[in-house]
Nanobody, 123 residues
Framework: QVQLVESGGGPVQAGGSLRLACAAS????????MGWFRQAPGKEREFVAV????????SYADSVKGRFTISRDNAQNTMYLQMNNLKPEDTAVYYC????????????????WGQGTQVTVSS
């Protein structure tokens, strides 16, 4: 069983930056592709970014491309999301997730989820 714990969320002004972290335990971290998703109030969960097992491949939602960077440290069992030039529309609960079988942008493909961390961007 894999446990995922997000941290690093909080309030920030538009144009600011935050760095989210996702700490994993209970499994072999380097065996999973890892993703970030977010859910804003009243909206469906949406894909943000995904990183391959080795960290050599990444993919982003168009809405965050050029502003967010996903990375991972397999030695530390941790994944990160560096978020720059934040906008009010980035306000959401951010979730990290682990995908045992692939490298997917679809939440339904992920096997384990964290509890989420709130990011609130004010204008």
């Amino acid at each position: 069983q894999v446990q995922l714990v997000e941290s690093g969320g909080g309030p920030v002004q538009a144009g600011g930056s935050l760095r989210l972290a996702c700490a994993a335990s209970g499994g072999t971290f380097s065996s999973y592709a890892m993703g970030w998703f977010r859910q804003a109030p009243g909206k469906e969960r949406e894909f943000v970014a995904v990183i391959s097992r080795s960290g050599g491949s990444t993919s982003y939602a168009d809405s965050v491309k050029g502003r967010f960077t996903i990375s991972r440290d397999n030695a530390q069992n941790t994944m990160y999301l560096q978020m720059n030039n934040l906008k009010p529309e980035d306000t959401a609960v951010y979730y990290c997730a682990a995908d045992l079988l692939g490298y997917s942008t679809k939440g339904s493909r992920y096997d384990y989820w964290g509890q989420g961390t709130q990011v609130t961007v004010s204008s």
